[in-house]
């Protein structure tokens, strides 16, 4: 009875460590009980759960008579696949379809093979003709988000920001998609997204330029590694003139540089300069995009109109000239201007959270797809920091951004405050630190706006 006692106390231990495993340490569970688990149930029930789901084919001619010689019946044939090969967050398999097979065919049974398989998740993806990538998720990977242990191998202007649900890194990759929308509610985590990014490229040589009309209260604790920053709508217009003239001058270069010797190629960007030549990348991110456009009065409105129009041009042209928009908000629709419309079709990376209307989903991911939209919308507010990204492609993917505290994003850019380029026109809006007066001067210093020249 002792004996029975002791195991019945070892099991019970040894269930209890496993549940704490499994909630702290996921990975970990995913070696030891989830990974052998599926895979044995992959291996032992992959035919009948193909034929199940309709993604099997019949048999050859040559398969069919040689059954009926041995008088059996030929079976459908599934796809030939590979050995399931463990991930981070799951297995992966890699099929070689059928003739007449389709990757959609697999897409629309993903879910099916979800169930049969006790995966999380299961995602379809094509690598080339007649071969599909089947990557199944062990477990909920959005539920808790960490920064990457290792760092991922990315270049210039290129940083992880998000966890996929497939368990791979967003990247946000600025020669690929140099512009971005990002649209959130409040407390939907938008911004813990833009202090991802921002904190990334402060420790690259990269300018930043914030735009953020609520007097700097969201970019303020940033400004030690800012090169310029306007809090007013006034000071924004003034801002964007000088980005398009620093476009300008970029293009003049770009112009007189290229092929100037017959030693030096052709180009069209700044990307073709020479190193030592070449104009160091701007950032700009718009914050609240709908307090810099809104309108009391036609004169108001003859701003926000002449400020959407830079934007559209640096939209534009800025790529070629290394300036890049990040442009944020609540929401983002046609009250914002007769060229909202145009400006968004230049901003190719979007990233949706949990916003408080379709609309802002639908202008953020409608012209992406449908489905984007509608998974958007279904984010639920106990869920902060899941968003939906797509680009031009059509491609969109469910992401989540590890939680980066404001002190912690603060501290990133005080410590990297001695990366700020040099920028001769963005001098003027270099923002400065203002110690307050009497007992509380020991406090941390209150960014403004003000030029450094002051």
Same mark, same amino acid.
């Given at each position: ?13 040894? =269930?209890?460590?496993? =549940? ?10 995913? !070696?030891?009980?989830? &990974? ?9 029930? &992959? ?33 030939? +696949? ?29 879910? +099916? ?5 006790? #995966? ?30 290792? +760092? ?11 966890? +996929? ?35 990334? %490229? ?16 969201? %970019? ?50 700044? !990307? ?88 802002? #989903? ?11 939209? %509608? ?20 491609? !969109? ?58």
């Amino acid at each position: 009875m002792t004996d029975a006692l002791w195991i019945l106390l070892l099991g019970l231990l040894a =269930v209890a460590a496993l =549940v704490a495993v499994r909630r702290r340490l996921p990975v970990l569970f995913w !070696w030891l009980v989830g &990974y052998p688990t599926v895979t044995l149930r992959v291996l032992t029930t &992959y035919r009948a759960t193909m034929d199940a789901c309709g993604l099997t084919v019949p048999a050859s001619a040559m398969r069919r008579a040689t059954a009926r010689m041995m008088g059996r019946q030929a079976a459908p044939v599934p796809p030939c +696949r590979s050995l399931p090969l463990p991930t981070g967050s799951g297995l992966v398999m890699r099929l070689r379809m059928a003739a007449g097979q389709a990757p959609e065919d697999f897409t629309a049974a993903a879910d +099916r093979l979800r169930h049969a398989w006790g #995966a999380h998740a299961v995602h379809v993806r094509p690598t080339k003709p007649g071969r599909l990538e089947l990557r199944l998720v062990g477990w909920d990977v959005l539920a808790d988000v960490r920064p990457p242990r290792r +760092r991922l191998r990315t270049e210039p202007l290129s940083l992880p920001l998000a966890l +996929r649900e497939d368990g791979h890194w967003h990247i946000r990759d600025f020669h690929t998609v140099p512009h971005e929308l990002i649209l959130g509610a409040t407390q939907s985590g938008k911004s813990v997204y833009l202090r991802n990014l921002l904190c990334g %490229l402060a420790r690259q040589p990269v300018a930043l330029a914030g735009i953020d009309c609520k007097w700097g209260v969201e %970019l303020a604790p940033f400004a030690p590694r800012l090169s310029a920053l306007a809090d007013t709508p006034d000071r924004a217009n003034e801002l964007l003139d000088t980005l398009v003239e620093e476009m300008e001058a970029r293009f003049r270069l770009i112009g007189l540089r290229s092929g100037a010797t017959p030693d030096t190629g052709l180009t069209s960007d700044v !990307w073709g300069l020479p190193e030592k030549v070449r104009p160091v990348p701007v950032v700009v991110v718009v914050d609240e995009v709908a307090e810099l456009f809104l309108a009391a009065g036609k004169d108001d409105e003859k701003r926000r109109d002449a400020m959407v129009t830079k934007l559209i041009r640096l939209a534009q042209l800025g790529r070629a000239a290394g300036i890049y928009l990040e442009v944020c908000g609540q929401r983002f629709g046609a009250e914002l201007g007769k060229g909202a419309t145009m400006l968004r079709a230049q901003l190719t990376g979007r990233v949706c959270h949990r916003v408080n209307d379709e609309t802002s #989903a639908n202008m953020a991911l409608g012209d992406i797809a449908q489905e984007a939209a %509608l998974a958007a919308t279904s984010i639920p507010a106990e869920r902060p920091g899941v968003a939906v990204v797509g680009d031009s492609s059509g491609g !969109w993917s469910r992401v989540r951004s590890p939680h980066l505290t404001l002190d912690d994003a603060a501290e990133v850019c005080r410590e990297t405050s001695g990366l700020v380029p040099e920028l001769p026109r963005l001098d003027a809006f270099r923002p400065i630190a203002v110690q307050p007066a009497g007992p509380s001067s020991t406090t941390s210093a209150v960014p403004t706006a003000r030029p450094v020249t002051e």
